[in-house]
């Protein structure tokens, strides 16, 4: 029987490279969502068991998984490999109809190294990478489970290289700044050169590992999955990575959710999703990593996602655009620091109800194959933008402020403004889009936010201004603009922002860590206070402005440099709604906004997220209630005859959607 299964795989592998051919790498897997697993294969396992982990995948609808291929389990002392491990473990794949995602892992020490290095330590550690990515592609790249390529688990540092890190980095950093020089001129300013060599740096290794697997192997995709993705944000040169196929992200629940609560886990997957999505361009998007089981040691967070919860973040991360979800893991690891934990498999072997929750879902999806086929975003007009010079220099204010106790003095308050400013758009139906500012066109908004992005460069702000003349409305919030690029005020003196604002900057008050406005607006320490030049008064406190609007060609510009994003953020808890005043803000403001031809609204809710997925005429929706009691929604843009695809809900004649607290509905119009 053992010959006979063989001689089949061997005849599925010749026929496998015969189609290969003449195929390209594709933006799908296939062209409806999949959802699988990492599997992790480890010296000792039987035959019979990992087999079993594929037959599990199996019968579970799962079509695709993720395997971690550790050079520390095929690279022998004599410097030969031996992949037999991990030919039973494809083998077994092939049998059971599922392909792989392999992450190149090259030999690290496990114990010390859980996720792997991100760089290389030398030429020598270099040229050791590249002889283990030569070997491995080619010993899979003809195997009828290969899919996809992980060019490196989890690129990223979280900050910028640190001096004397390792002896390549320090080579190459050298040369980096013989040939990017610091210069001072009249006015200091500060070097973000370690900054700047780190994205760079991060693209010449990833492109010298793409380069070799596509040499190796042109048919098969290439991918990166980048972790702690609103920290980590500032690293990447997306518009640089043409030598990937698709990108994804690790969203980890217990490691990456650490700005949420558990109630706004979904808006934080809408999140991180649309930036990936809307980052990957015309490639394809995945939730590489997701949590999938318990933690007990690892983690900064100690959870287990629900069956609900299971449901509610696959349909979220696909509703957002992504091509696939992929669960961190399938069986648990036996070993380490992440020893039996984050599985779907329980102990036994047997499914656990997250798994059974999974599969359920992959059953709905498979219903509704052909509405996939061209299934986008139903894009917003509002965009939440960023960029680069934000995070890196209020990383730097942080190192040296070291403030724990007030969220706007530290590293994270540029990420936590964003999250604060998207999820309440969402609780207001919106699915707002997110974006680097100097890789968006503006085409399709209308509405632009920057919620506290400290620094503006006059390239940026040039950019804005034409947004604003052909007639887009333009808010700043927080201390939006108060820095250039080189960390320099820009309020102390005539500012290139006072055209577009029509105001100047008098001075930022300090006041209580979170205080209630007059208006009704919770703040965060600082409230910035204004001079009207040409702009129009919006709102006072006491007998200062500290809002203002102004008209600017077509358009117009709103300013309120107060921290109203984290003061909403960080009074959610304390308060019954801490962002309701900051729901009424933008609903004032932001008029008139509309959702598309999507489902949105009446009156905002908080707990609540929509999305909505577009194919031609048709339409698919979601919409999430994290409260713990029922809501009554007044909706608009889905007809009474739409079909509930998943989840739970009820309409009446007068267009209300009834939802359970906490649980959803899938509706297909």
Known sequence: MKKISTILITIAIICCAALSASAKPSRHIDKYPLIGAQIFVEPGQSDEQIDSFFAAMEKAGMEVGRIR???????????????????????????????????????????????????????????????????????????????????????????????????????????????????????????????????VYTTWYLKTIADLVKECDPLHGRHINPHQILGTLPEYEF?????????????????????????????????????????????????????????????????????????????????SGMDGVLFWTLNARRSVQEAGEWALLEFTGDPSERMQAAA??????????????????????????????????????????????????????????????????????????????????????????????????????????????????????????????????????????????????????????????????????????????????????GEDCIATEHKYGAGRVIWFPSMIELGAWHTKAECTDGAEGLRRFYSSVLAPLSQGNGIYLEEPCKGIVIRTLKSGSKRMSLVINKNESDVALRVHGVPSTAQLVSGDAAFVKDGTMRLNGNTYALLFY
């Open 69 to 199: 291929l550790f050079g520390v389990h095929v690279l022998k002392p004599d410097g030969s490999y031996d992949f037999s491990l991990y030919d039973k473990a494809f083998d077994a794949a092939a049998r059971h109809h599922v392909r792989m995602f392999i992450t190149l892992f090259p030999p690290t020490d496990e114990l010390s190294d859980v996720g792997g290095f991100k760089f290389p330590r030398t030429r020598e550690h270099l040229e050791q990478i590249l002889d283990y990515t030569r070997q491995s592609v080619n010993h899979f790249k003809s195997h009828p489970a290969t899919y996809c390529w992980v060019l490196q688990n989890e690129p990223g540092l979280g900050g910028p290289i640190n001096p004397s890190s390792t002896p390549l980095a320090d080579e190459m950093f050298e040369s980096f700044c013989k040939e990017n020089p610091y210069v001072r001129d009249s006015w200091l300013k500060g070097d973000f050169r370690r900054e700047q060599f780190t994205r």
């Open 239 to 319: 518009d640089k990575f043409d030598f990937l196929t698709s990108l994804g992200s690790s969203m980890h629940l217990s490691w990456h959710f650490s700005y949420f609560n558990r109630d706004e886990y979904q808006g934080g997957i809408a999140l991180m999703s649309d930036i990936i999505h809307t980052a990957a361009s015309d490639k394809g998007a995945w939730v590489t990593e997701m949590q999938g089981g318990p933690v007990t040691a690892s983690g900064n967070t100690v959870l287990c996602p629900s069956p609900m919860e299971m449901k509610m973040n696959i349909w979220t991360a696909i509703c």
């Open 360 to 541: 359920q879902t992959i059953s709905e999806i498979t219903e509704h194959k052909a509405f996939f086929d061209a299934a986008e975003p139903e894009k917003s007009e509002v965009a939440i933008l960023y960029n680069k010079e934000s995070f890196w220099i209020q990383s730097r204010n942080a190192i040296i402020s070291n403030d724990k106790e007030n969220a706007g003095r530290g590293g994270g308050v540029v990420a936590q403004s964003m999250a604060s400013c998207y999820t309440t758009l969402s609780s207001m139906g919106l699915s707002p889009r997110v974006a680097d500012m100097d890789l968006t066109d503006f085409e399709g908004i209308r509405y632009i936010i920057l919620p506290d992005m400290v620094s503006l460069t006059d390239a940026q702000i040039s950019k804005l201004e034409g947004f604003v003349k052909k007639g887009g409305v333009l808010l700043l919030s927080g201390m939006t603009g108060y820095y250039d690029e080189n960390m320099s005020c820009r309020f102390m003196e005539p500012s290139p922002l006072d055209p577009l604002t029509g105001a100047r900057m008098r001075e930022f008050a300090v006041g209580e860590p979170y205080h209630l406005l007059s208006c009704g607006i919770y703040n965060h320490i600082w409230m910035g206070k204004l001079k009207p030049v040409t702009a129009t008064s919006l709102l006072c406190e």
